[in-house]
């Protein structure tokens, strides 16, 4: 088990990009999970 620390660099990126994409949508004003729902739905669910 590895406390406070990512087991690859490859899960280092994606926190990241993820952190990243939370924070603008902040910015925005936008509701992070409101966003990430809409995100899940029309890439998993209406492909």
């Not at 620390?5 to 280092?12: L, M, V």
């Amino acid at each position: 088990k590895i406390i406070g620390t990512f087991r690859s660099e490859i899960g280092a990126e994606y926190y990241q990009y993820i952190a990243s994409v939370f924070a603008t949508w902040r910015l925005q004003g936008k509701d992070v999970y409101d966003e990430l729902k809409k995100l899940l739905v029309n890439e998993l669910c209406l492909k």
